[in-house]
């Protein structure tokens, strides 16, 4: 697969390494590979990149950005249980994308011999907790939520999206659930949630 027309020629090769590092793994991509995808010098690669380690953990944090995987871009002017209920469903389409199981797979496998998953957690899954504690501290203020432990409240949410939907792809089982059940597991622990920790008002039940 070849690189149309980038804005750059750092992002050209950004672009081409994180294509062969997705299909290949990290182990079997060498600097000659990304030079030829990327229709540049393996001189004009190093000037841009120390190394092949540099160039993973770009390319790696570019394909998160692809898949906007953090959740900034979800209004915050929402209600808060809608907004709580977009993040499920947020999560649940990125986690069960082709590519984001590709690029789990590839951390997961470098991460024995390199610093890689901590990248990745760097890249990827800390900018999600990162936007969510911020939002879910801003409505405890509020008097909207009532959460003692915030960080553990977020993991509480994200823990439980973070099952079939990655779990089956990972381990190449086809989830034979309809992209309708998926929304609606979503929006069932967008509610969960909210009822959990709601503050002073009844919890309403959001159907999406």
């Not at 690189?3 to 294509?19: F, H, L, Q």
Request: charged fraction near 20%; aromatic fraction near 8%.
């Amino acid at each position: 697969m070849r690189i149309n027309t980038p804005k750059t020629k750092r992002e050209g090769i950004i672009e081409a390494a994180g294509a062969l590092f997705i299909l290949h793994g990290y182990a079997n991509v060498n600097m000659d590979q990304i030079s030829k995808h990327a229709c540049v010098s393996k001189q004009t690669i190093y000037s841009h990149f120390k190394s092949k380690k540099n160039l993973f953990t770009s390319a790696i944090s570019n394909k998160c950005n692809e898949l906007e995987l953090a959740i900034e871009k979800i209004s915050p002017d929402l209600d808060c249980q809608e907004y709580i209920i977009r993040v499920c469903e947020h999560l649940t389409s990125l986690l069960s994308d082709p590519d984001s199981i590709k690029i789990y797979r590839v951390c997961i496998t470098e991460a024995k011999h390199s610093d890689i998953g901590e990248l990745f957690w760097h890249a990827g899954p800390e900018k999600i907790r990162f936007h969510l504690i911020k939002y879910l501290e801003e409505q405890n203020k509020l008097g909207i939520l009532a959460i003692d432990n915030i960080e553990d409240a977020c993991t509480q949410l994200v823990s439980m999206i973070n099952g079939q939907a990655q779990f089956q792809p990972l381990l190449n089982i086809q989830n034979h659930k309809s992209a309708t059940d998926m929304k609606n597991y979503a929006a069932s622990c967008g509610n969960v949630f909210y009822t959990a920790y709601a503050a002073k008002c009844a919890a309403r039940v959001v159907v999406t």
